[in-house]
């Protein structure tokens, strides 16, 4: 599957953590941690478990960084 997102960092399914509608995939890229926020029914279609390959797809306009000054 090709995508527009330039952003796409091949990672690892270190832990999955589910609520009732969202789940945290915590992913460790290559020892940078990861963590993205999907609900559980993309989950459970992705088959995703803990030592899942995965690419993880970053698509934002914006990054912002803040200092406490």
């Known amino acids: 599957m090709a995508l527009s997102a330039r952003n796409q960092i091949p990672a690892?399914?270190?832990s999955i953590?589910?609520?009732e509608a969202i789940a945290n995939?915590?992913?460790d890229a290559n020892g940078v941690s990861l963590?993205?926020?999907i609900t559980v029914e993309a989950v459970q279609q992705l088959g995703l478990t803990e030592g899942t390959s995965v690419t993880a797809v970053?698509?934002?306009?914006?990054?912002m960084v803040?200092?406490?000054d």
């Open 12 to 14: 690892r399914v270190t």
């Open 17 to 19: 953590k589910a609520g």
């Open 25 to 27: 995939v915590h992913l």
């Open 35 to 37: 963590v993205a926020s």
């Open 58 to 63: 970053i698509k934002a306009s914006d990054v």
């Open 66 to 68: 803040a200092t406490g």
